[in-house]
């Protein structure tokens, strides 16, 4: 089974940078992996940011992110990395990372998830 650590969140002023980590342990081929990041902001439902496909590096986005976060993993590691940069407020959510077997935004098809990491963004 697939275990999950996310770290990184933190406080950070608007147009700030974060990096995000989700690193991954367990007895699983990490390759065989989509793993994505979700954000929860207060009141509202829980929202596909972005994953990436471990075997192929592929990748997606929302589109209230694209051009400012950027996801990459590193295999060795068995770690996904999420940069966030020119943040705003509206970023302001826990972020969780996820696995599971197809790239999507809909968190029913993870089964795996990690504890989450609080992203506040000041104005």
């Known amino acids: 089974d697939v275990q999950l650590q996310a770290s990184g969140g933190g406080l950070v002023q608007a147009g700030g940078s974060l990096r995000l980590s989700c690193a991954a342990s367990?007895?699983?081929?990490?390759?065989?992996?989509?793993i994505a990041w979700f954000r929860q902001a207060p009141g509202k439902e829980r929202e596909g940011v972005s994953w990436i496909r471990i075997s192929d590096g592929s990748t997606f986005y929302r589109d209230s992110v694209k051009g400012r976060f950027t996801i990459s993993s590193d295999n060795a590691k068995r770690t996904v990395y999420l940069q966030m940069s020119s943040l705003k407020p509206e970023d302001t959510a826990i972020y969780y990372c996820?696995?599971?077997?197809?790239?999507?935004?809909?968190?029913?098809?993870?089964?795996?998830w990690g504890q989450g990491t609080q992203v506040t963004v000041s104005s």
């Open positions: 996820a696995a599971g077997s197809y790239g999507s935004t809909f968190s029913r098809l993870y089964d795996s």
């Open positions: 367990g007895e699983f081929t990490f390759d065989d992996y989509v």
